[in-house]
C-alpha cells in the first residue's frame, strides 16, 4: 500500500537494484560486494549487511513486486527473484529523505528472504463447442500462413492475410516446424480462433541439423498458443490479427 508523499516507483527501482547487489556473494568477490552495498546503506552499517564472507549465493529474476508505506518517508519494499529451483521474495526496508533531504533513498535496516506466494489455482472452464469443418478449412491456410510468418517471405505472407491488412513477420529468426492444434469456435465469417504452434529456434551460429545426434547442432522445438482473429472471404479464410493466446487451448 502506497503511502501519500512516497515516491513508490522510485522506491521500488532503488529496492530492486539494491536486491541485485545483495543477493549475489561469493568469498572472490567480497570485497567488490561491500563496495557496491556502500552505494546503498546508511553510514555506520555493516558493509556486507550480514554476510560472513563465506559461502555463496546467486539470484536472477529480479523484480520489485509490492511495497507498504508507513508514511512518507519510511516503507517496506518486497522485491521476487529466483535463485536455483526456488522462486523467494526479499523484504527491503527504505527510508526517504523527502525534498529538504535531495529525494534520496537508503536502506534502512536489515532485509528478509521470505518464502515468494505459491502459484494461483486455475480454475476449469469448459471446452468451448468446436467447429470441426471450418477447423479443416483452416488447417492448410494456416500452415502456409505461419511458414510465411516465420520466414518473412512478405509476398508469400500476404496471401493469407485478409484484404486490407498487414502484418509484420518473424523475419527468418525461427522456422516453421508443425500447426498441432487449432480450436475453432462455432461463429459467422469472422471468428477469433486458437492455434498450437510449433517453431525451430536456431542454436546461435550453429546450422540446424534435424537428425544430428549432437544436440548442440540441433535447432529447439518450441510450442506456441497464439490468437487469430480470421475472416473468411469467398471459399477461403485469411488472418486479420495475430496475438498471444491466453489461456490453455482446448
Do not use: C, H
Not at 12 to 20: E, L, N
Not at 81 to 98: A, D, E, T, W
Not at 147 to 161: C, E, W
Amino acid at each position: 500500500m502506497a503511502q501519500d508523499g512516497f515516491p513508490a516507483d522510485r522506491g521500488m527501482a532503488f529496492a530492486a537494484q539494491f536486491a541485485g547487489v545483495y543477493l549475489n556473494f561469493n568469498p572472490e568477490d567480497a570485497d567488490s560486494r561491500s563496495r557496491k552495498l556502500a552505494a546503498f546503506l546508511a553510514e555506520g552499517m555493516d558493509p556486507q549487511l550480514g554476510w560472513d564472507g563465506f559461502g555463496q549465493l546467486s539470484a536472477v529474476a529480479i523484480q520489485p513486486y509490492d511495497i507498504e508505506a508507513t508514511d512518507a518517508n519510511n516503507a517496506v519494499v518486497g522485491v521476487a527473484f529466483q535463485s536455483g529451483p526456488r522462486r523467494l521474495m526479499l523484504s527491503v526496508p527504505i527510508y526517504y529523505s523527502g525534498a529538504d533531504g535531495g529525494e534520496r533513498f537508503v536502506v534502512s535496516g536489515r532485509p528478509a528472504i521470505l518464502p515468494a506466494p505459491a502459484p494461483a489455482e486455475l480454475p476449469q472452464v469448459a471446452e468451448p463447442e468446436t467447429d470441426e469443418a471450418a477447423a479443416a478449412e483452416l488447417k492448410p491456410q494456416l500452415e502456409g500462413f505461419f511458414k510465411d510468418y516465420a520466414s518473412g517471405d512478405a509476398a508469400g505472407l500476404q496471401r493469407y492475410v485478409a484484404a486490407g491488412r498487414t502484418l509484420p513477420s518473424f523475419g527468418g529468426a525461427f522456422t516453421f516446424a508443425e500447426l498441432k492444434e487449432v480450436v475453432v469456435p462455432v461463429g459467422g465469417a469472422t471468428r477469433d480462433i486458437q492455434a498450437v504452434v510449433v517453431w525451430v529456434v536456431p542454436n546461435g551460429e550453429i546450422p540446424a541439423t534435424p537428425n544430428a545426434t549432437d544436440p548442440a547442432a540441433v535447432g529447439a522445438r518450441l510450442e506456441q498458443a497464439y490468437r487469430l482473429t480470421v475472416e473468411k472471404q469467398g471459399d477461403k479464410w485469411f488472418v486479420a490479427d495475430i496475438r498471444g493466446a491466453g489461456r490453455v487451448v482446448g
